[in-house]
């Protein structure tokens, strides 16, 4: 059987933050929204906005297997 996954992506300043860019992680039996993957990822800052399957979606979003899940800090331009 084939293990649920998803892959996740970091933009911009929060990718020099963390380290990475982007990883694929195991999506496990029980219900998972975007904020509790944000917090089990340890990404604290409040100010992120989150899109799955490239569209912008509230933290509450409950995620399935094969979603590719983005966190984005604000940006600016000038």
Known sequence: MVEPLLTLRLFAS????QGWSER????????LTA???QQQLGLTRRDL???VNQ???A????LRAGDEVAFLPP???G
């Open 59 to 62: 933290a509450d979003q409950l």
């Open 49 to 51: 906005r989150i899109a």
């Open 24 to 31: 694929t992680v195991p999506l496990g039996p029980a219900p």
């Open 55 to 57: 569209r912008f979606v």
């Open 14 to 17: 929060l990718r020099e933050e």
């Open 75 to 77: 940006i600016t331009g």
């Open 35 to 37: 904020a509790a993957l």
